[in-house]
Structure formats: structure tokens, C-alpha cells
């Protein structure tokens, strides 16, 4: 939410309404997150001690066993995670056990499903429509390529003989002596 749906609403300048359960001063999780720093993929810092971890999992548990009164107040009573069914976490939520993919990649783009979609896009045509549909596509061919081989065996045919190769008669002027 942080990094996608907020930024939309700042950019935008739209405040989000004190009723809405997606406000960030109710997310019970919002200091937890703001004590995370990211330094690489498997570098994760503690912003209230200092210390360093290689997983987010491990850093997690350091912040509940260590700084569980300063990330987790009492007037931050929503926990996103009770939205999933609405937000779809379930989707959006890569499978590890297949490596970290994207969550466009399996999640959403089942074969089975679009097979199905598939059929119902498809024009249902009769087997004599496809055979008429080549057979004129056959004779209009034919009749271009016909019209092209005579036109050209005709232009072959009358081969004008250029004026400059027929050589000239001189004209013998006949003198009177």
C-alpha cells in the first residue's frame, strides 16, 4: 500500500478521509515498517538500535522481541492483513516455493481459465465455409499470377526494335559529270 496506492494519492493531492481503514495513522504495522531499512536483498538494518540481519523475517522478530512498546501502539488499532480477502493478498502474494516469482506470472494466468475464455472468443466456422473460403482464395491467386505471366510473355513479344540499330541508308547522291 505504501509503495503503490499512497503515492497515487499524493500525487494527486487527495488526503485520505480519517474514516477510511486504509489511512496509514491507523495501520498497526506503520512504525514497524518506518524501523526497516533495506540496504540489499539480504541486508536489512534496525533504524532504532543499529543492528543488521539477512533476513526480513529475522529483523521482524528482533522488532517484536526487542522493540515490541516503541513499533506497536495502542492507537493504531487497523492490521491491513484482516483486508486480504478484499485486497486479494492471497493473489498478490508470491509463492516461494516456486522461487520469487511475480505475482502476474502464476497467480492470475491460469492456461485452464483462458482456455475457456479462449472458446468462447472463437468464430465458429462450417468445414464447406473454410473449403469455399480456400478455393477462392486459390482461383483469385491463379488469376493475378495469369494476368501477370501473359502481360509479360506480351511485352516480350513485341520487342520494338530501336530506330538507332537499324542502320541508315546513305543516300548515294549521284553525280553528273
Known amino acids: 500500500m505504501r509503495k503503490v496506492i499512497f503515492p497515487l494519492f499524493d500525487y494527486t493531492d487527495v488526503v485520505i478521509a480519517d474514516q477510511c481503514p486504509f489511512n496509514p495513522k491507523y495501520d498497526i504495522y506503520a512504525v514497524h515498517e518506518q524501523m526497516k ?7 536489512w538494518e534496525c533504524q532504532m538500535c543499529g543492528k543488521r540481519f539477512y533476513t526480513e523475517k529475522s529483523f521482524d522478530s528482533h522488532i ?4 515490541k512498546i516503541n ?8 492490521c491491513l492483513a484482516s483486508y486480504c480477502p478484499l485486497l486479494r493478498c492471497s493473489v498478490l502474494k508470491p509463492d516461494f516455493a516456486y522461487g520469487n516469482q511475480m505475482f502476474w506470472d502464476e497467480a492470475l494466468c491460469e492456461t485452464g481459465s483462458f482456455s475457456d475464455i479462449s472458446k ?3 468464430v465458429k466456422t462450417s468445414t464447406l465455409q473454410k473449403f469455399l473460403t480456400a478455393f477462392i482464395l486459390t482461383v483469385g491467386l491463379f488469376t493475378y499470377y495469369s494476368v501477370i505471366f ?8 513485341r520487342l520494338r526494335v530501336s530506330s538507332l540499330s537499324i542502320p541508315h541508308r546513305r543516300r548515294t547522291i549521284a553525280r553528273s559529270d
Open 150 to 157: 501473359m502481360r509479360l510473355s506480351l511485352s516480350f513479344c
Open 37 to 43: 531499512n533495506k540496504i540489499s536483498d539480504y541486508d
Open 71 to 78: 513499533a506497536y501502539s495502542q492507537s493504531r488499532t487497523i
Open 64 to 67: 517484536g522481541n526487542r522493540h
Open 120 to 122: 468462447q472468443c472463437e
